[in-house]
């Protein structure tokens, strides 16, 4: 009797083991679950992702690690399949860094034959100076001073700081804030972001090295520069271990650091920090009229570093289609995770980088959508292709976590129908604010890479949220290049077509301020819901996008992969 009914349980769980469940792929019904995205469960999770307690989510650091676990616990309540390393949600990956024993600085005034050492600043944890770092320079650097104002060429404004004499292989000394408007006139075009000035004086120019002038007092200055010192030794200058010449940025420079009151006054021949600001003050009064000017200055810069290996990971999660013959193929919803860190304390004394919008807004943006999905399959209804949550690492230091995973894909990039990149999608740029449109998204990439894809997205917006999709940043010449400074690109470059889907720079990016009240949750719930419905009409349309602009492939086919 006993034996009989084993037979009996075997072969009955058996059949229930093999039994398979019939989903309704309808894209309409399918979208009704986009209404399950709301506002509580974005905060809720925001609010762990950007909480001081992760210390910025800095790349291989503690709290990176901290949020990686919190991201793939909460795919493995949902269900979904893991797709990292041996079963896990995880994809390890290696980086060499740099780490730092100290950085030496010795300024030097020549006068006519004459070369004197007029100050020696060692910045490590024992001892800081008239110079710390605000980030790059792995390499020794050295060359003139030069001044160039406050390092912007405006033409549309008569503003050309960055002409005069020379900057190739210089120092370029420069005020670190820039005077947009002044007394209601604007100066200088607001678009000229502090991002696209270092990378211009770097790229256009072929400085070795920015200086910059802060605003803050000579005992200000010191305070920071102390705090600062006690971070040389974190780990910098990431790239790919497995690559021969390593990924770095494409726009990283240098180096940059900050220099003291003190030491600026004394390289532009001034007295005192006071006729610092009167130098500044002339300068906006005449912005026109001013030209790079050679100092009598010299510095070398020279790092004591030694290498490290950094491991990180990225989150894998997977839900498979529905589709026998399209579940094979898979669109990649995509987010960093990761941020800057613990770094230079703002006027608070705030020092931990907390990444709200950027990118904790893309992050629990995904999961969000992933709970969406989870509904819609506890009723019954799944896409007909398959979709792959992908949360990188190290995007902020080059953009490695995506690259990472382009060259080694859990699913063959022949089978990638598209990317979708959402990052900073949680609040409005100031023009924006100003002008009191705040209902858009930046779209980039779709029409100037996939015309198919372009009007997925559209049809999708319409159906959904009905935002205004704005295509400003949408062109291959932008001077912000924003097509390929994120992750979008590591799929890009392998004509991949992809949407990044983006909401603008505001005043905390990349600052410690940049924490979760400032996040618009009402708009940020509906870019989500857009990112959602977009996704729904890519993974049931009939056909595949296609890369279909020749320019994007010109350009693709040019860079290397």
């Not at 399918?30 to 992760?54: C, K, M, N, Y």
């Not at 780490?99 to 001892?127: A, C, F, K």
């Not at 820039?178 to 072929?206: A, C, E, K, M, W």
Request: charged share 25%; hydrophobic share 35%; net charge negative.
């Amino acid at each position: 009797m006993n034996r009989i009914f084993v037979l009996i349980f075997f072969f009955f769980t058996g059949c229930a083991a093999t039994e398979t469940i019939t989903y309704s792929t309808s894209t309409e019904d399918l979208l009704r679950f986009g209404e399950q995205i709301d506002t509580d469960f974005l905060r809720q999770h925001l609010e762990v992702i950007a909480h001081d307690s992760l210390e910025g989510r800095d790349t291989g650091m503690r709290g990176q690690k901290v949020a990686a676990e919190y991201i793939a616990e909460f795919y493995q309540d949902l269900g979904f399949t893991p797709k990292g390393d041996n079963g896990t949600y995880f994809q390890h990956f290696d980086l060499n860094a740099t780490v730092t024993d100290s950085l030496v600085y010795r300024t030097y005034q020549i006068t006519g034959t004459d070369t004197v050492l007029v100050n020696h600043t060692v910045e490590s944890p024992d001892s800081h100076g008239e110079y710390y770092r605000l980030f790059g320079g792995s390499v020794p650097i050295s060359g003139n001073v030069v001044f160039g104002g406050f390092g912007v060429n405006d033409a549309a404004r008569g503003v050309h700081h960055l002409d005069g004499d020379d900057l190739e292989n210089s120092w370029v000394l420069i005020f670190e804030d820039i005077p947009y408007v002044v007394d209601g006139d604007t100066l200088i075009s607001p678009q000229i972001n502090g991002n696209l000035r270092l990378g211009t004086i770097f790229r256009n120019y072929n400085a070795n090295g920015i200086l910059l002038i802060t605003d803050d007092p000579q005992e200000d200055f010191e305070e920071l520069a102390s705090v600062n010192a006690q971070l040389v030794s974190n780990p910098t200058d990431m790239s790919l271990a497995y690559l021969n010449n390593g990924r770095r940025s494409p726009m990283l420079p240098v180096g940059v650091k900050h220099v003291s009151p003190a030491m600026a006054a004394d390289i532009l021949g001034l007295d005192d920090e006071k006729q610092i600001r009167e130098k500044r003050d002339s300068l906006i009064t005449n912005i026109r009229d001013f030209r790079a000017t050679a100092t009598s200055h010299y510095l070398e810069y020279s790092p004591y570093n030694g290498r490290s290996t950094i491991e990180t990971e990225n989150v894998l999660a997977y839900l498979e289609g529905a589709d026998s013959e399209l579940k094979d193929e898979v669109l990649v919803l995509m987010a960093h995770y990761d941020h800057i860190g613990i770094g230079s304390p703002d006027e608070t004394g705030d020092m931990i980088y907390n990444g709200a919008d950027d990118n904790g807004s893309g992050t629990v943006g995904l999961m969000a959508i992933a709970r969406a999905l989870h509904e819609a399959d506890q009723q019954g209804y799944r896409p007909k292709r398959s979709i792959l949550f992908l949360h990188v690492s190290a995007e902020e230091i080059g953009l490695l976590g995506s690259r990472y995973y382009s060259d080694h894909p859990v699913i063959p990039i022949e089978n990638t129908v598209a990317s979708f990149n959402a990052d900073m999608i949680g609040r409005s740029d100031p023009e924006s604010i100003e002008r009191g449109e705040t209902d858009y998204v930046y779209l980039i990439g779709g029409e100037i890479i996939s015309s198919g894809l372009d009007s997925l997205v559209v049809t999708a917006n319409e159906k959904s949220v009905n935002m205004t999709l704005d295509r400003r940043y949408n062109d291959l010449n932008d001077p912000n290049q924003f097509y390929r400074r994120s992750d979008h690109w590591n799929f890009g470059r392998l004509s991949v077509p992809f949407v990044f889907f983006f909401t603008g720079v505001h005043d905390d990016y990349h600052q410690p301020s940049d924490t979760v009240d400032k996040i618009e949750f009402d708009k940020y719930r509906r870019v989500v819901e857009l990112i959602y419905s977009s996704a729904i009409k890519v993974t049931n349309y009939e056909g595949r996008p296609e890369v279909d602009n020749q320019e994007f492939i010109d350009i693709t086919n040019r860079m290397p992969r």
